[in-house]
């Protein structure tokens, strides 16, 4: 079945650092590729997302590209702030099937100290 | 900003005890959904409803469980008879599209269900 697979967390930076969240997936077809942010006491909030190979997704100085190739949808931030402390999750929609049926990874701890 | 908002923030019952988790979608929201997260483990889909029928469940959805709108605002969630791997954070979403068109899912804080 359709599984999405995230890079062991929990992952500590200093504020300006760079960040990487891996995200690999498996599906059939050509699922659409989403991450989600929880902030804390919230509920998950889409960050952004690719619906085609090639697409990127961008919103808040996060991007994600979407890979076929190497069936990934990493995201990245050039410079984390304090407020990006929050926990994501990489998801997809499998081709064919209702887009509220979404497929998450396991979501990752992002901490960033001052 | 909508939001969808759900009740209560954390319920305690005892093992073969009925649950009803309680969800208020956005207002022009016609598609709602039922995930949960087991402590440390992933975000699973339970069920999709539209139209006032379930349009899509998952495995785990089973017999034991059963979702309706029953006022027009609120979407529930009743577990009849509840075990102890019932113990999870249930989040509800809602979205104002469906299927190819859905668009983005807006959840809800969650209701964290602890079974004894």
């Known amino acids: 079945g359709d599984s999405v697979t995230q890079m062991e967390g929990p992952v500590t930076l200093s504020e300006e650092a760079f960040l990487t969240i891996n995200c690999t997936y498996t599906a059939t077809g050509y699922p659409s590729l989403f991450w989600y942010v929880q902030y804390p006491g919230e509920g998950l909030q889409l960050l952004l997302k690719?619906?085609?190979?090639?697409d990127k997704g961008s919103n808040k100085g996060f991007e994600a590209t979407y890979r076929k190739e190497t069936t990934s949808f990493h995201l990245e931030k050039g410079s984390v702030q304090v407020s990006d402390s929050a926990v994501y999750f990489c998801?997809?929609?499998?081709?064919?099937?209702?887009?509220?049926?979404?497929?998450f990874g396991q979501g990752t701890i992002l901490t960033v100290h001052p | 900003e909508p939001e969808v908002t759900q009740t209560p923030s954390h319920q305690v019952t005892q093992m073969g005890q009925e649950v009803i988790l309680r969800c208020v979608p956005i207002s022009n929201h016609l598609y709602f959904y039922w995930y949960r997260q087991i402590l440390g483990q992933k975000v699973e889909f339970l069920v999709s409803f539209y139209n006032n029928e379930i349009s899509e469940k998952s495995e785990i959805f089973d017999d034991q469980f059963s979702v309706e709108r029953p006022d027009g605002s609120n979407f529930t969630l009743k577990i009849r008879s509840t075990k102890l791997e019932d113990s999870a954070m249930y989040f509800c979403?809602?979205?104002?599209?469906?299927?190819?068109?859905?668009?983005?899912?807006?959840f809800g804080e969650g209701s964290r269900l602890t079974v004894l």
């Open positions: 979403a809602s979205s104002e599209g469906g299927g190819v068109n859905t668009g983005e899912l807006f």
């Open positions: 998801a997809l929609s499998a081709s064919g099937t209702s887009y509220g049926k979404l497929t």
């Open positions: 690719a619906t085609k190979a090639d």
